[in-house]
């Protein structure tokens, strides 16, 4: 058993500010209920919070007089060491807002960085947050020095020199080049990947959605894999591509993806390129909704809108309705009514997934036909057409040399085989016949 010291948790503070001005048209009913998500996800303990509302950001602290001086009382009674606010700041609000509270202060992006950084855990995965994180350091580098009108000097070494800041954003500068070409060339490497996936026929299915939808959870039934599932925002960082395990389905590839966010930082969107770009690969987007989260409309909307931001509103979707086990019947036959193109599932119950399995197979292959069709025995490259597509489960041969293959094929590729001379689907009956009198 692991014994955390509770000493090394860092004690925060959560200001949590609705902002009037920038408040979108749909807002999270249980946006505060998230924000506190995202605190726990990182590891620290919560002390206390406020919660108020605002008119406009102010300029200088992004916070309103008055409302400091609340926050500044409350946390003059508690041991905090950490000040977190649900808002981007700029660097100048932050250093204001430090300076007023004598405590760290951090934003949503440097909250949701620290995420990132403890759930990473492949290559491509660690440099891309060491570079989001380089990225976001590089505009608040005033904040960790005192010293920086000081000048090199020296024999030789007279002169205006270069201040601390300058050196300091110049090895930051090369750092982010240096992974940025990293990255371009696991890119290039990933894209080589595609192309072989592509190659071989396999359709990719890719897992989208707001974080803790239930993504993971879904895929590990769906290839039989043990990937870290918990009920917890970004519980999964790095993207993983499995095989489709279950013969129900043509051949597929699912991939499990990171999970979106409202207000998701720009700079964050750009630095996990090498990871959304799995997406632009893909055949087909299960879009997983929590349909017991009374935000769920509102988070489908995010989650379409960062698809459309990344230019993936062609790829055909199919909306999977999941954690159906808490929602009542009542609300569930309503839905279904209304939603005749989504598919409604609990991702632990495995029993439920005749209607999602049917409805990949019709969007990717026309359907999937399973049985049997003869070969005549002069047409051996159509039998090896077959068993390259790993699409044979059992074989036999007729005393004329006709050969039967039980097969499972989409009805896509069945259509190009029909119109070869030689193949033919066979009759149940007919198939019966002919094993019989082999």
């Known amino acids: 058993m692991i014994v955390v010291n509770q000493n090394l948790i860092q004690k925060s503070f959560l200001v949590f500010i609705e902002i009037e001005s920038i408040q979108k048209s749909e807002k999270l009913e249980n946006g505060f209920s998230e924000f506190k998500s995202l605190v726990y996800s990182s590891g620290v303990q919560v002390i206390d919070f406020l919660k108020f509302k605002q008119k406009n950001p102010i300029a200088n602290n992004f916070i309103s007089a008055g409302h400091l001086k609340k926050i500044k009382n409350k946390v003059s009674f508690h041991p905090v060491e950490l000040i977190i606010v649900n808002h981007v700041l700029t660097a100048s609000q932050t250093r204001n807002l430090e300076k007023f509270f004598n405590k760290r202060v951090i934003d949503k992006t440097e909250l949701i960085l620290d995420i990132f950084a403890t759930r990473a855990s492949s290559h491509i995965g660690k440099l891309q947050v060491e570079l989001a994180q380089l990225k976001h350091l590089s505009t608040r580098l005033i904040r960790g020095w005192t010293h920086l009108e000081r000048q090199k000097g020296g024999i030789g070494l007279r002169g205006p020199g270069e201040t601390q800041l300058e050196t300091d954003r110049r090895l930051i500068g090369k750092r982010i080049k240096r992974l940025n070409g990293r990255l371009d060339k696991a890119h290039k490497q990933k894209e080589l990947n595609r192309y072989s996936r592509k190659k071989s026929r396999n359709k990719i299915v890719a897992l989208v959605g707001y974080t803790n939808?239930?993504?993971?959870?879904?895929?590990?039934?769906?290839?039989?894999?043990?990937?870290?599932?918990?009920?917890?925002?970004?519980?999964?960082?790095?993207?993983?591509?499995?095989?489709?395990?279950?013969?129900?389905?043509?051949?597929?590839l699912f991939s499990d993806t990171v999970g979106f966010?409202?207000?998701?930082?720009?700079q964050l969107i750009e630095s996990f390129k090498a990871t959304l770009d799995d997406l632009k690969s893909a055949d087909l987007l299960l879009h997983v909704l929590d349909i017991s989260d009374p935000d769920y409309k509102v988070k489908f909307s995010e989650v379409n809108k960062i698809l459309d931001d990344l230019s993936l509103t062609s790829i055909p979707q199919i909306v999977v309705n999941n954690k159906c086990d808490l929602v009542c019947n009542k609300k569930i036959n309503s839905l279904k009514k209304r939603n005749h193109n989504q598919v409604f599932i609990s991702a632990e119950n495995q029993n439920e997934y005749?209607?999602?399995?049917?409805?990949?197979?019709?969007?990717?292959?026309?359907?999937?036909?399973?049985?049997?069709?003869?070969i005549e025995n002069s047409r051996g490259n159509i039998r090896s057409l077959l068993f390259d597509l790993g699409c044979v489960k059992e074989e036999t041969v007729s005393p004329n040399g006709t050969m039967f293959a039980n097969i499972t094929i989409g009805n896509d590729e069945l259509d190009k085989f029909i119109n070869l001379k030689g193949f033919e689907v066979c009759d149940d009956k007919d198939i019966l016949f002919e094993i019989t009198n082999t």
Request: glycine residues 6%; hydrophobic residues 35%.
């Open 261 to 266: 966010i409202s207000d998701l930082p720009a």
């Open 213 to 252: 939808a239930g993504k993971t959870t879904l895929f590990n039934k769906l290839t039989e894999s043990n990937q870290f599932a918990e009920d917890k925002l970004f519980a999964t960082l790095d993207s993983v591509t499995r095989k489709n395990v279950n013969p129900q389905h043509g051949p597929i």
């Open 354 to 374: 005749e209607e999602l399995r049917t409805s990949i197979n019709e969007v990717l292959f026309k359907g999937v036909f399973q049985g049997w069709v003869s």
